[in-house]
């Protein structure tokens, strides 16, 4: 698998769960979580996946503001 699909991959999941959490710290934690744990199942570079997650998790509600737990 090519690094762009891996990338393409982890942001999207990253992405679609991370309005898990009620704050941005929480949303920020869960997609670094997630981003994390993408990587691994794909055997991409783990703390490249966090950051990526983290960073889709911490924008999360300002992409998506009627996203649930977003006020």
Not at 55 to 66: D, E, F, Q, T, Y
């Amino acid at each position: 698998m090519s690094i762009t699909l891996r990338l393409v991959a982890v942001l999207g999941v990253a992405a679609t769960l991370t309005a898990c959490g009620e704050t941005d710290l929480e949303r920020t934690a869960t997609g670094a979580a997630i981003g994390g744990g993408v990587a691994a199942l794909t055997n991409g570079d783990l703390a490249e996946g966090a950051l990526i997650g983290a960073a889709a998790g911490a924008i999360s509600c300002n992409v998506a503001p009627g996203a649930p737990n977003c006020y």
